[in-house]
């Protein structure tokens, strides 16, 4: 059974950045896909980007050319580095792997 803890939410004024953490234990994690996906309220749950088990990524076309997904397998860890945030993108942070949901972090983007 995964297990996973996020980190790394938190306030920023708009243009800031942060780094999303998803430590994940059980499982074997190099063989999985993942994803980081975000719920703002009001909105339905969205996905903002993903990898694949080979390193392969995508991202939802608002946040192209400012967040990066990556992967470190030694350390069963997923990130998500925003950079230029925007108010819009407020919201609870999820990672997603092996049919496991984390906790969810938030992330406000306020000046």
């Known amino acids: 059974q995964v297990q996973l803890v996020e980190s790394g939410g938190g306030l920023v004024q708009p243009g800031g950045s942060l780094r999303l953490s998803c430590a994940a234990t059980g499982g074997i994690f190099k063989l999985y896909a993942m994803g980081w996906y975000r719920q703002a309220p009001g909105k339905q749950r969205e996905l903002v980007a993903s990898i694949s088990s080979g390193g392969s990524t995508n991202y939802v076309g608002s946040v192209k050319g400012r967040f990066t997904i990556s992967r470190d397998n030694a350390k069963n860890t997923v990130y998500l580095q925003m950079n230029s945030l925007k108010p819009d993108d407020t919201a609870v942070y999820y990672c997603?792997?092996?049919?496991?949901w984390g906790q969810g972090t938030q992330v406000t983007v306020s000046s």
């Open positions: 997603f792997i092996a049919g496991t």
